[in-house]
């Protein structure tokens, strides 16, 4: 990264606080749609609005799963920053661009090998 740009730990601080905000009102999505389906005697199979339901808890599954996966993302990218082996792409050795860090703060190759895979 130069100078222009943020510090990479603070930028990594602001998107694990950011990752965090996000699974915490997943979270509460979740737990209110639980809630609303455990007041009625909800049948999925029967019920016109039942299908919505599940689609609804599904959905609110899959991204707070997707959210907690790129917490566990960030923290490893923490950890390189930490052993110093931050912006160096695992495959080749090289530099990873600070445009692809930037836009993607955990990348772990760069575009060359990424692309390659």
């Known amino acids: 990264m130069t100078l ?3 510090d990479p730990a603070e930028f990594l601080d602001a ?5 965090l905000a996000r699974i915490s009102a997943l979270t509460r999505d979740f737990d209110a749609i639980v809630a609303a389906c455990a007041d009625s005697a909800t049948d ?3 019920d016109p609005e039942g299908s ?3 689609f609804e808890r599904a959905q609110v ?7 907690r996966a790129h ?3 960030i923290d490893r990218a923490a950890e390189r920053l930490g052993d110093g082996t931050y912006g160096l792409c695992e495959r080749c050795g ?5 445009e692809r860090l930037l836009a993607r703060p955990t990348a ?3 575009v060359a090998c990424a692309s390659a895979r």
């Open 4 to 6: 222009t740009d943020p």
């Open 52 to 54: 919505t339901i599940a």
């Open 61 to 67: 599954s899959a991204l707070l799963a997707a959210a």
């Open 94 to 98: 090289r530099s990873i661009a600070p």
């Open 44 to 46: 999925d199979e029967h």
């Open 108 to 110: 772990q190759r760069c």
């Open 71 to 73: 917490l566990a993302e």
């Open 15 to 19: 998107q694990r606080a950011q990752t």
